[in-house]
């Protein structure tokens, strides 16, 4: 794997747009809540880095990554925010349970930037195993968070 001894997180701070005239919704899954919550810390603080002010990143949780879709369709339609990010961890178990959950989160996610006009960040982790979700939500791999928050902003200013 090209990536299993690098951090992916780093960003050039001088390359991203200042994101502090704009409002973020964060949906996070309470589901492997040690991933989702590094996740989430990832996720607000480049937010912040990036100058964001903190009353304008807003959190709400859900229950699990299936319900993601929903919450995020709800921020979506009832807050003034720029952007959402869906923040979730899905584990492989010993059944298909693990498949489900994963394509319908995936598509729920890509259902919503295809109907609203503001950009719906998917940061839900689809690992193997536990091993793997530490290492990309603050571990050796970096954090996925970050990463969202990075294309949150690019899609933001994308966006117009």
Known sequence: MATENKNLSHYDKTTIPNAKPFRFGIVVSEWNENITE???????????????????????????SFELTFGCKKMLETLDVDAVIAIGS?????????????????????DLNVKYDRPVIFCVLTDNNMQQAIERSGGK??????????AAIKMVVLGG
């Open 38 to 64: 590094g996740l989430f810390d990832g996720a607000r603080e480049a937010l912040l880095d990036c100058g964001a002010l903190p009353e304008n990143v807003i959190r709400w949780n859900v229950p699990g």
């Open 90 to 110: 899905v584990i492989q178990g010993e059944t298909k349970h693990f498949d489900f959950v994963c394509s319908a989160t995936a598509q729920g996610i890509k």
């Open 141 to 150: 791999h970096g954090n996925k968070g970050t990463e969202a928050a990075i």
